[in-house]
């Protein structure tokens, strides 16, 4: 067995610089990796390319990185949530790309699986198009688009092993099995690292071969961004 | 009266139909789920990757890790699913969603739509808006029939940028519901006690009202 575990989110992050490109798992706060957020911040690396759907909000998730002006430009989706986001990108002090949510995610996995460009139909006829190859298939019209190119992908998982298998949990899939293997090198961080043989080979959400490193996660807070309840009765 | 966001989510539940697998938008689409029919069987998918959406969770039951596209916690109904984002848009751009519900600033006489970036003053992104609306066979929009400023935001042609090409087949307003047609805006209810001169007024865009027919008010 080829072994992905690093000791800790030190060794995890080992060879990242300033002005590299990254991609972060997530969608909200649900599924990002926290712990290497965290590092990030510590590490005091700027200039970064960030290709993740949201930016986090002003004080948790890539809220952080942005607070402390370490990210030059976002590729994203959607960024309501983030003030101090908002305020940066008016003023230009960051370069934003907002891309269609489906595209976001099929450029990570074009990356993935050695495909160079995508046909989608989402953008036609918008910015969002604009000095972009298009081409009509059966009638309808597609704009080109390229595979993300990244030095570092941080993924969250539930469950991993040292062989690099990972299992997500609801929601806080999201992004993160198409980030996986997209960079040129994927970090992995899960809540639980569970002795190898014990995940259920048919229940392996994402291979091992797509995971260059893996550690448990000291601590998650797993904030909730939205708590909506119903009443009992 | 013009109806208020729940009697408009109510107004669009009667077009989900059984066997439906449908994505609903941020804002008055969430309000839909609250109305569909009990005796039809139809699935809720989120772009965020699930689909078999149930209502919200009772206090102490949120999940951090059960979301819904608005990031609010929901809880899963027998028979859901939960799948990462390429596939959530392959379901999307693959046409297996039966019905679009979303939201938008505004709306043109050809099907275009607008509701993702005010230029200069709010730019949230369109999020999974324009891979849903350049896919999707069947798209309702649900909105206000004027701007809070009272300005039509049914319009000969959008003022802000665009999140689709002529996409929307049918809008719900608090006033109206109408259809795309290649003529423009074609009336085919009213809001109980509106008349059709308010409509009119309200309506930059070409509208298109069957000559001899009188407009039948909306049913719930």
Excluded at chain 1, 158 to 174: C, S, V
Excluded at chain 2, 102 to 121: C, F, R, S, T
Excluded at chain 2, 191 to 201: D, T, W
Aim: glycine share 10%.
């Amino acid at each position: 067995m080829i072994t992905k575990t690093v000791n800790g989110v030190q060794q995890a992050l080992e060879g990242i610089e300033s002005n590299m490109t990254l991609m972060l798992g997530g969608f909200g706060l649900s599924g990002i990796p926290e712990n290497a957020i965290a590092q990030l911040v510590r590490l005091n690396v700027n200039g970064l390319t960030c290709i993740s759907n949201n930016a986090g909000v002003d004080d948790f998730g890539l809220g952080l990185l942005l607070q402390k002006k370490q990210v030059k430009k976002m590729i994203s989706s959607y960024v309501g949530e983030n003030a101090e986001f908002e305020r940066q990108m008016l003023s230009g002090e960051l370069d934003v790309e907002l891309i269609p949510q489906g595209t976001l995610a099929e450029r990570c996995r074009a990356a993935q699986a050695g495909f160079p460009a995508i046909y989608t139909p989402a953008g036609y006829g918008t910015e969002v198009a604009q000095g972009k190859e298009t081409r009509e298939f059966d009638g309808k019209m597609y704009v080109l688009e390229h595979a993300f190119k990244a030095d570092f992908a941080f993924i969250k998982a539930w469950k991993g092993d040292a062989a690099g298998n990972l299992i997500f949990k609801g929601t806080a899939r999201n992004f993160n099995p198409n980030m996986c293997g997209a960079a040129k090198i994927t970090v992995a961080e899960v809540e639980e690292l569970v002795p190898v043989g014990t995940l259920d080979p048919n229940q392996i959400h994402i291979p091992g071969i797509f995971v260059q490193r893996i550690f448990q996660g000291e601590q998650y807070e797993k904030r909730i961004e939205q708590r909506t309840i119903r009443q009992k009765g | 009266m013009a109806l208020d966001k729940n009697q408009i989510a109510q107004r669009i539940a009667r077009e989900v139909k059984d066997g439906y697998y449908v994505n609903l938008g941020i804002g008055i689409p969430t309000l839909v789920a609250n109305y569909v029919q009990e005796n039809i069987n139809v699935e809720f998918q989120s772009e965020n990757g699930v689909l078999g959406m149930g209502p919200f969770p009772f206090e102490g039951e949120e999940d951090a890790d059960v979301i819904n596209a608005g990031k609010q916690t929901i809880t899963t109904l027998p028979g859901a699913s939960f799948f990462d984002s390429a596939t959530s848009f392959s379901m999307i751009r693959g046409k297996h969603v039966d019905l679009t519900i979303l939201g938008a600033m505004e709306v043109a006489q050809n099907g275009d739509i607008a509701n993702w970036k005010i230029p200069g003053k709010m730019v949230k992104g369109m999020g999974g808006a324009m891979d849903l609306v350049a896919s999707a066979e069947n798209i309702i929009v649900a909105m206000m029939h004027t701007n809070r400023a009272g300005a039509s935001k049914l319009l000969k042609k959008c003022s802000l940028p665009l999140t689709g090409v002529a996409c929307v087949k049918k809008i719900v307003t608090n006033l109206a519901v109408l259809e795309v047609t290649e003529k423009g805006f074609k009336l085919l209810e009213r809001a109980p006690g509106v008349s059709i001169e308010e409509i009119k007024a309200a309506t930059e865009g070409s509208l298109e009202i069957d000559g001899d027919i009188d407009i039948p008010e909306m049913k719930f």
